[in-house]
């Protein structure tokens, strides 16, 4: 029986029968590149989500959360029209360095941050953001050590999560941040250790769809940071609302309301309580900004039959696109959207598996999904691969040939 797959971004138009990505067509852009399989990003549509969210949420700071897509053409691009980035290992924090980013507009998150990592942190200058009371003071001590003053936020495990979210980072016993109620302690510790004490770092899920829950933990998340600072006695300067908005991948999910997030995120924050009347605030983004700009491109190797059933055999797969293959958190394997992009717009004809090149039964991309017939050559584009697409994926796993990656739509 056929199965749902979600919806193609509707940025995605038919160029002569074939799928084009930042105007370019996909079989052209795949020449260029070398060959498959291959991501393409067009910046074009992240800049376009960054407008988004600067027209809607004006006065908040935009950060955007490397781990999403780390590809470094991309990188350099979105740090120049962002406010910050959001890393989480040393590694990251380097990428971040070298796409341009000065070190003040870098935080640093991720429990189990090791010494080297702290001092590199310190020493370049960036933001931590503390995940334990036991890191605080390892922190505290190499800054003394090396006669550096760090510059400290602290990640607060809320006792609140966003409802519904695809990803549970707060509430109850976690391994995130530090508990609340132990926080207002920390805080008067780093500003007694004379620190820079940068404020807040609240994060309560993730791939949120939902408007009204993402409005309830913002709403939450300012009382908190709110709350914490009087018992502090200390005002935060900056408050990291966290982030969580959320992509639809899937049959029947349907975009966030954004307009509706920021009109209550700005009567929440017109209404704060007078602790934060100086703080700034930022809210940080990963999948939103760069989901919908990835495809992932990937050409048919082989067509075949087993029990009168077809299966398009492609040249990638869950090495380089785990989460469409359904292995990255998913409980039960849904099919992301997907299209055969050297027939693209053509009616669909029949009713297809595609499965990646890799020697297990995990690796599909598309479980009996209606496409045009598919033949030995053509390409299959998986979409929603600009996010936790290769920067998620077990690319070593089997030892096949590395994805390659493109960037289209910067204008030059
Ligand atoms: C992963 C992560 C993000 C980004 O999440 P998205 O769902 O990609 O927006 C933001 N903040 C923290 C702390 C994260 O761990």
Wanted: one cysteine or more; aromatic letters at 6%.
């Amino acid at each position: 029986m056929t199965k749902p797959m979600g919806a193609i971004p509707a940025e995605f138009q038919a160029e002569a029968g074939v799928l084009a990505i930042g105007g370019r067509r996909a079989d052209a852009l795949a020449e260029e590149a070398g060959g498959t399989p291959l991501f393409v990003y067009d910046f074009e549509m992240v800049r376009r989500r960054v407008e988004c969210f600067r027209s809607a949420f004006r006065g908040i700071n935009l950060h955007y959360a490397i781990k999403a897509n780390t590809y470094s053409p991309l990188l350099k691009v979105i740090e120049k029209i962002v406010d910050g980035l959001d890393v989480a290992s040393e590694g990251e924090m380097h990428a971040a360095l070298a796409a341009g980013a000065d070190a003040a507009d870098i935080s640093f998150a991720g429990p189990g941050k090791t010494d080297a990592e702290l001092e590199a942190a310190i020493d370049a200058g960036v933001t931590l953001n503390l995940e334990s009371e036991g890191e605080a003071e390892r922190a505290l001590g190499i800054a003394r050590r090396r006669g550096r003053r760090a510059r400290l936020a602290i990640r607060v495990n809320p006792d609140f999560e966003i409802r519904g979210s695809g990803m549970r980072m707060g509430g109850g016993a976690k391994p995130f941040g530090v508990d609340a109620e132990r926080v207002p302690a920390l805080v008067r510790r780093l500003v007694e250790a004379e620190a820079d004490w940068r404020g807040f770092h609240i994060f309560a899920g993730s791939q949120a769809l939902d408007a009204d829950a993402l409005i309830e933990a913002q709403r939450a998340t300012i009382a908190l940071a709110a709350a914490l600072a009087e018992r502090a006695g200390h005002a935060p300067p900056l408050v990291n609302l966290g982030g969580g908005f959320g992509i639809p991948y899937f049959a029947g999910e349907r975009p966030l309301d954004i307009e509706k997030v920021a009109a209550s995120l700005h009567e929440a924050l017109a209404a704060r309580p007078k602790i934060l009347a100086d703080s700034g605030f930022a809210i940080e983004l990963g999948r939103w900004l760069v989901g919908e700009a990835g495809v992932y491109l990937t050409r048919i190797v082989d067509r075949k039959q087993s029990h009168g059933k077809p299966f398009l055999v492609v040249d990638g797969g869950m090495h380089h696109q785990l989460a469409a293959s359904g292995n990255f958190g998913q409980v039960v394997r849904r099919n992301y959207p997907v299209t055969i992009a050297t027939r693209f717009g053509a009616a669909p004809e029949e009713e297809a598996t595609i499965v990646g090149c890799l020697c297990t039964p995990l690796d599909r991309l598309g479980d009996d999904v209606m496409l045009p017939r598919a033949e030995i050559g053509d390409l299959v584009a998986v979409f929603l691969a600009g996010a936790y697409g290769l920067s998620a994926s077990p690319q070593a796993f089997l030892g096949h040939r590395p994805a390659l990656e493109m960037l289209v739509g910067t204008g030059n």
